[in-house]
């Protein structure tokens, strides 16, 4: 017997999974082209300031243009962590970012060369069966002879992500003594009480609230793109 197919983080059958994200591990994200309709029509609808909405103002001001919005340029950054890494791998939510930064200004035209590293992953105590990686991501603007010229955006941030599922062996399946719930307030045949009388989806009690049982990393959260940023890992 074999667990259910993980998922990948747009719903296809997952290929990696969080042994896999390793420490120094380096993920190419492509590179992605600035649009400049797209920037214009992001700003005017999210970001309405003058330097990305007003041709004329822009042009006049010490930014000589249009630059575009800083959540515009992490949305590029996002959809290629999506098509690239999230699109493979077996993910889950994210708790949140611990720094986000934008560190030159993006115009249209701009050609980013977009990547992701590995710079620690360990097992989630508060989610059994994910793990939680540490993640720094980059975007940097390239030349006309496509070497990097500049960087324009760095962010380090955290996801969850499946442990790789293990198969059953069918012979330890059938040789497994069969036995009975214990009735609430009961003790199990380990001597130890279960929480409700049942027993967990992996045969151990079912946990209490998981944002309780795992202390935080210690680092504060600046900014950050989901609502379970403050919770633990």
């Known amino acids: 017997m074999t667990a259910p197919d993980a998922r990948s983080g747009t719903g296809r059958p997952a290929e990696l999974f969080f042994e896999d994200l390793v420490p120094g591990l380096t993920v ?37 243009g249009l630059i575009a919005s800083g959540f ?8 290629a962590y999506v098509d690239h890494l999230l699109s493979r791998a077996a993910a889950d939510a994210s ?26 992953a360990r097992p989630s105590t508060a989610r059994p069966g994910l793990g939680t990686v540490s993640l720094t991501g980059t975007m940097l603007r390239l030349g006309p002879d496509d070497r990097p010229e500049q960087e324009v955006l760095r962010t380090r941030f955290r996801g969850w992500f499946a442990v790789r599922p293990v198969e059953a062996d069918p012979a330890e399946a059938e040789a497994a003594p069969t036995e009975a719930a214990p009735t609430d307030g009961a003790d199990g ?16 009690p079912i946990a209490a609230d998981p944002s309780a049982a795992e202390s935080p990393d210690g680092e504060p959260t600046e900014i950050s793109d989901s609502p379970e940023a403050h919770r633990n890992d």
Do not use: K
């Not at 994200?29 to 990305?52: C, I, K, N, S």
């Not at 045949?189 to 151990?204: C, I, N, Q, T, V």
């Open 189 to 204: 045949p380990d001597g130890a009480d279960r929480l409700d009388g049942a027993d967990g989806p992996d045969g151990g």
């Open 72 to 79: 515009y340029t992490v949305s590029l950054f996002m959809r």
């Open 28 to 64: 190419d994200l492509g590179v992605v082209t600035v649009d400049a309709d797209e920037m214009v029509a992001f700003a005017r609808r999210f970001d309405p300031q003058w330097y990305h909405v007003d041709p004329d103002l822009a042009a006049a001001s010490r930014h000589g």
């Open 95 to 120: 708790p949140g970012l611990e720094e986000l930064r934008w560190l030159a200004p993006v115009r249209a035209g701009d050609r980013l060369a977009v990547r992701v590293d590995v710079m620690g």
